[in-house]
C-alpha cells in the first residue's frame, strides 16, 4: 500500500506566482481531502471531494484558491496568485466512507512564499 | 466557541506515568470521533476510532461522554515515544458531512 502520495514535499516561490499541489488518494479510496495546517490557526479543511465531486469547499479561503479532482486517482490544489500568507503545511487526505473511517494523510506539500 | 476544543497543554509528565486529556465539542449531531497522533513536522496518523462504548488499544483507552459531549484519551504507562500532539476529530454525518479537527493537545514525555 503507497499510502497518500502528495507532491512536491517542498515548494519555495515568489509571491504573485502560480502554485500546484498534487495528491494521489489510495487506490479505493472514494473520499478526498485538502487540509492546510499553520501554528496560528491549525488544521484547516478547505475542500473535500466524494467520488471525484467537490462537496464541501467552504473552507477554501479566496478566490486565488481552486482545487480539482479530474479522476478517481489524482487531485490538484492550485494558488493563483500565491501570497506570503498562503505559506503552510498543505495536506492531502482520503478514505472510504463506512462505519468507522478514518483519513489517512500524505505526507504534506510545506509551501513557503516570499 | 469552537466547535471542537482541546487544552493545548503541553503536558510534562515522567516516563511511566498516566496521563488523560479531553476534547469537547459543541455539535450535539456529531456521530464519529478519532484521535489522530502528529509527530513534530509530520502529517496526523490515526490513532484510534472512539465508539460508544469505549475501546482500549493496548496502553491507550479512547471514551465517548455524549451526555457531556467530550471524548477523552487515557495513556498508561507513558513511553518517551508518545510524545506528540494529540488531535481529536469529530465528524457529523448529514447532506454535508463536516469534519473539525481539535488544535491538538501536545504532550512531552520526560526521562
Known amino acids: 500500500d503507497a499510502g497518500v502520495i502528495q507532491s512536491p514535499r517542498h515548494e519555495v516561490t515568489e509571491m504573485g506566482q502560480e502554485v500546484t499541489l498534487r495528491c494521489k488518494p489510495i487506490?479505493?479510496?472514494?473520499?478526498l481531502f485538502w487540509y492546510r495546517q499553520t501554528m496560528m490557526r491549525g488544521l484547516e479543511l478547505l475542500i473535500y471531494f466524494n467520488n471525484n465531486v467537490p462537496i464541501d469547499d467552504s473552507g477554501m479561503p479566496e478566490d486565488r484558491f481552486s482545487a480539482k479532482m479530474p479522476n478517481a486517482s489524482f487531485s490538484t490544489l492550485k494558488i493563483q496568485p500565491s501570497e506570503p500568507r498562503d505559506s503552510a503545511v498543505y495536506f492531502c487526505?482520503?478514505?472510504?466512507?463506512?462505519?468507522?473511517?478514518?483519513?489517512?494523510f500524505g505526507s504534506g506539500t510545506r509551501l513557503t512564499v516570499v | 466557541r469552537k466547535e471542537v476544543e482541546q487544552d493545548p497543554g503541553p503536558f510534562n509528565v515522567p516516563e511511566g506515568a498516566t496521563v488523560a486529556f479531553n476534547c469537547t465539542y459543541s455539535n450535539s449531531a456529531s456521530q464519529s470521533f478519532f484521535w489522530y497522533r502528529q509527530d513534530c513536522r509530520k502529517e496526523p496518523k490515526l490513532l484510534m476510532s472512539v465508539y460508544s462504548s469505549g475501546n482500549e488499544d493496548g496502553r491507550f483507552t479512547a471514551q465517548l461522554n455524549r451526555a457531556s459531549q467530550y471524548i477523552s484519551l487515557l495513556i498508561r504507562d507513558s513511553k518517551l515515544s508518545d510524545s506528540a500532539t494529540y488531535l481529536c476529530?469529530?465528524?457529523?454525518?448529514?447532506?454535508?458531512?463536516?469534519?473539525?479537527f481539535g488544535s491538538g493537545t501536545r504532550l512531552s514525555i520526560r526521562p
Open positions: 476529530v469529530v465528524t457529523t454525518r448529514s447532506s454535508a458531512s463536516k469534519i473539525i
Open positions: 487526505a482520503s478514505s472510504s466512507q463506512g462505519k468507522d473511517y478514518g483519513y489517512t
Open positions: 487506490s479505493g479510496h472514494n473520499s
